[in-house]
């Protein structure tokens, strides 16, 4: 049974930073693709970063320069270094893992005060 959970989310004022974090588990991690989703209310998923089985990392618009994903194979953890935050980054932030099939975590809400 495929698992993932985040944590690392919170309340944090305009311009700080925040690292979210992403155990998974039941799933061959170090051949999977990776990302970090974000959903606000009314509005569909969108992605933030994706990294490859191999490390390479794609980034949305709005986070470049700003945001990191990484991943720790050993550990069967993916993170996202959250940088110089922005009152539009509040959202719910979802970990997702692609083997043949996408698994999702539970999400972990980031909120970003002005």
């Known amino acids: 049974q495929v698992r993932l959970v985040e944590s690392g989310g919170g309340l944090v004022q305009a311009g700080g930073s925040l690292r979210l974090s992403c155990a998974a588990s039941?799933?061959?991690?170090?051949?999977?693709?990776l990302g970090w989703y974000r959903q606000t209310p009314g509005k569909e998923r969108e992605l933030v970063a994706t990294?490859?089985?191999?490390?390479?990392?794609i980034y949305a618009d709005s986070v470049k320069g700003r945001f990191t994903i990484s991943r720790d194979n050993a550990k069967n953890m993916v993170f996202l270094q959250m940088n110089s935050l922005k009152s539009d980054d509040t959202a719910v932030y979802y970990c997702q893992c692609r083997f043949i099939y996408e698994y999702w975590g539970q999400g972990t809400q980031v909120t970003v005060s002005s």
């Open positions: 039941g799933i061959s991690f170090s051949i999977s693709a």
């Open positions: 990294i490859t089985s191999g490390g390479a990392a």
